[in-house]
């Protein structure tokens, strides 16, 4: 962590420089490095890693516990679709989580929960019916690109990175 700056510092990669955009061609001025934006790439590459290998397991157990919770943090900072997603139970199977198995954007600290159907009799839970998927239409302003991106997810988390690395 003390090295990362100096660096970037060293490599060009830290600070406000002239860059060149490659869509536009023309030169603008991009701040390129902050220790928040460092913090940010470090937790979301981490939480990545974290999902590709907890739906291993998720796998791997699927047929002594085939149930998810959606686990969100319940806190000031919880995004209300998020917050409306807590507790949804599904089967590890089921589309939804093709899309929406967290992180679901930048510093989302939801997870899930790997249930078997004892565990949902014990703590008198059920499963729930799979949530109407609503999107949005999002340009990419790098690419002009148009996607459809599920409500209450950021661009580019709208996919399951431990299923994509499993499939």
């Not at 949902?120 to 949005?136: A, C, R």
């Not at 459809?148 to 499993?166: A, S, T």
């Amino acid at each position: 962590k003390d090295r990362i700056t100096p660096a970037l510092q060293a490599n060009g990669w830290w600070g406000r420089q002239a860059v060149h955009d490659p869509v536009t061609g023309k030169t603008i001025v991009s701040q390129l490095g902050s220790p928040h934006r460092l913090e940010v790439i470090f937790r979301t590459n981490m939480q990545m890693a974290y999902s590709v290998g907890q739906w291993q397991q998720i796998i791997a157990q699927s047929e002594q516990a085939p149930y998810l919770m959606y686990d969100a943090v319940d806190d000031y900072r919880t995004r209300p679709q998020h917050r409306a997603w807590d507790n949804i139970i599904l089967r590890f199977d089921n589309p939804w989580w093709r899309t929406h198995y967290p992180p679901n954007g930048w510093l989302c600290r939801c997870g899930v929960i790997q249930l078997s159907d004892a565990d949902l009799d014990v703590m008198g839970l059920k499963v729930s019916d799979t949530p109407k998927i609503n999107y949005y239409n999002w340009q990419n302003p790098r690419t002009g690109k148009n996607q459809k991106i599920p409500e209450g997810i950021d661009p580019g988390f709208n996919y399951n990175p431990g299923m994509l690395r499993y499939d």
